[in-house]
């Protein structure tokens, strides 16, 4: 069997179901807020019947012999998230060959209890290679929805294709999740990859979202607590179309800043107010348990999501954690983005990247990046005219970054990594990006000052965001009036940047062939519209060896 995944089965459906500051809500109010939309999501006449499995099924992280099964029950009406009630509850899972579990090939319990928000995991082994399975929980006499997953090839496999969906940044009050719906119809994806902003953690109304809140967030305020947390995670599990991609293929996911807090760096964040709101180790402590206990993933390292998976001699994936280790975001225009003792990674997590990458023996070593590294800079200057300027005024070297909270902002870890790829001759790293609501394809230059007549280092391909605000959203103009004007000016002064679209929403699907790697960008006809339409917008290729992005006129 191939690693790639095709069926003739059609997708599972899912079965169930710059901003103000705020003040500090109670956390006993959390639970209370979602018990309402909870008990309504029961089918009629159904509000006593428990346990219930109201928040679906996923699997995540996938290995060549496992993957991690997750869900969340509902044992009684009162233990609504966040609420911290409800009694000790036995799960017990299954995983088959077939979706009528006539071949049953593990089972198992665990305990779902009020410490972990009644969340469940179980990290299930022994399973094949390259295999799609079939699994769901049991708790009381009531099953789970069913649900896909499938394992990742063996580590010396042959594998002749990888194919993956690719998201980022997902505002609940800007519109439905239409992206989530088309991808998991495709029924063709070995794994699904969210690189950040899978929940956001601002007060109703607070966002973005053209003035009008298509639908509400729960809790109603900004989130904070822990219970505040959990609130939030539980209503984008609520959601049918999150539902039903996570019902038929495994996530492998990254944290952004919105998990947290705007702007998260390892002391603060910009959307958060120390003491009005806590301290930031308790929030920060906070939004990290209630990650991990309502997302599928293996932590590798404690309190991280930095890791690294592999797919076969085809591909490995190293998942970065941009969030816990970085020094805090220099304003714009300041040259202390150059500053060497600034870092986005963390020393332990460079030299993590950098080691792996020189150790991969697969064809491709794919990057889950959660904010752009190619640079984005206005004023392009030669380098020789730029670097004394720049010194004498104490700006960047490297042009008037746009966004310090990206790799512009920290271009000594940027240089660093780049000239590891240069001096250890390592080709065919892929850089996979989400966070800036707009689709890029880019080179990733050594020197973004003389390209392209100077070399490339890898590349880069940034997918848009599944509903949060782009900028046509912004300026509330119709949407592709902000790209005619702002794309040929972003190119012009970034040669490196071979496409860009900043006003559309939508979704990725990566397919990785021996011979190249292509990015389908799909964007969908409206985010408000819970029936939205999607379509093929661009593709773009990277062939083997070249570290360079060129287009390509069809999707795989």
Not at 77 to 90: F, H, K, L, W
Not at 240 to 246: E, K, N, R, S, T
Not at 311 to 320: I, Q, R, T, V
Not at 497 to 514: M, P, Q, S
Request: charged share 20%.
């Amino acid at each position: 069997m191939t690693s790639r995944y095709r069926s003739s089965e059609s997708a599972v459906p899912a079965d169930s179901l710059s901003p103000s500051r705020r003040t500090v809500v109670k956390a006993a109010a959390a639970g209370a807020v979602l018990a309402a939309p909870l008990t309504a999501a029961l089918p009629a006449g159904a509000a006593d019947a428990v346990p219930a499995f109201l928040h679906g099924v996923a699997s995540g992280d996938p290995l060549p012999d496992g993957v991690l099964l997750w869900t969340r029950v509902t044992p009684t009406p009162e233990a609504v998230p966040g609420s911290g009630a409800g009694p000790d509850t036995e799960v017990s899972w299954v995983v088959a060959r077939d979706r009528a579990f006539t071949n049953i090939v593990a089972k198992g319990s665990t305990t779902a209890t009020a410490g972990s928000d009644h969340t469940v995991k179980a990290d299930v082994r022994g399973l094949a290679p390259a295999t799609d399975y079939w699994f769901r929980f049991s708790a009381g006499g009531t099953d789970s929805p069913a649900a896909r997953t499938r394992t990742a090839p063996a580590a010396d496999a042959a594998v002749a294709g990888l194919r993956f969906g690719v998201v980022s940044c997902a505002n609940w009050e800007a519109g439905h999740f239409s992206a989530y719906r088309h991808l998991a119809a495709r029924g063709d994806l070995d794994a699904w990859l969210h690189l950040g902003d899978y929940i956001y953690e601002y007060g109703t109304g607070e966002y973005g979202t053209r003035d009008t809140v298509v639908r509400p967030h729960a809790p109603a305020h900004e989130i904070v607590t822990l219970a505040d947390y959990r609130v939030r995670h539980a209503r984008y599990k609520t959601d049918p179309d999150l539902q039903a991609l996570h019902a038929t293929a495994p996530v492998v996911a990254i944290w952004d800043d919105h998990e947290i807090a705007n702007d998260t760096w390892s002391g603060g964040a910009e959307n958060h107010t120390e003491g009005a709101e806590g301290t930031w180790a308790a929030r920060q402590a906070a939004a990290k348990q209630a990650y991990f206990e309502w997302m599928p993933v293996r932590p590798a390292i404690a309190g991280t999501t930095y890791r690294r998976l592999r797919f076969g001699k085809l591909a490995d994936l190293s998942l970065l954690d941009l969030r816990s280790y970085r020094s805090q975001q220099a304003a714009l225009g300041n040259g202390e983005v150059d500053d060497p003792e600034r870092t986005l990674t963390g020393r332990a997590q460079l030299d993590w990247l950098k080691a792996g990458l020189t150790a991969s023996d697969t064809t491709w070593r794919l990057v889950g990046n959660s904010v752009m590294i190619s640079p984005f800079a206005i004023g392009s200057l030669s380098a020789e005219l730029l670097k004394p300027l720049a010194e004498l005024l104490g700006l960047p070297k490297e042009g008037l970054a746009l966004n310090t909270d990206q790799w512009d902002g920290y271009t000594d870890d940027r240089r660093e990594l780049l000239a590891h790829l240069r001096a250890n001759a390592i080709r065919n790293t892929v850089f996979l990006t989400g966070d800036i609501h707009m689709a890029w394809a880019n080179d990733v230059p050594h020197n973004a000052g003389t390209y392209p007549l100077s070399a490339s280092a890898a590349t880069e391909f940034v997918v848009t965001s599944v509903t949060s605000d782009n900028l046509d959203d912004i300026l509330k103009v119709g949407e592709g009036t902000v790209s005619t004007v702002a794309a040929p000016l972003i190119r012009a002064a970034n040669r490196h940047v071979h496409w860009v679209d900043t006003d559309r929403h939508g979704y990725g699907v990566l397919d990785i062939t021996a011979d190249r790697a292509q990015m389908d960008y799909y964007v969908v006809s409206d985010r408000t519209d819970p029936d939205a339409t999607s379509s093929w917008a661009r593709s773009y290729r990277t062939r083997s060896g070249t570290q360079r992005v060129e287009r390509a006129y069809d999707p795989v």
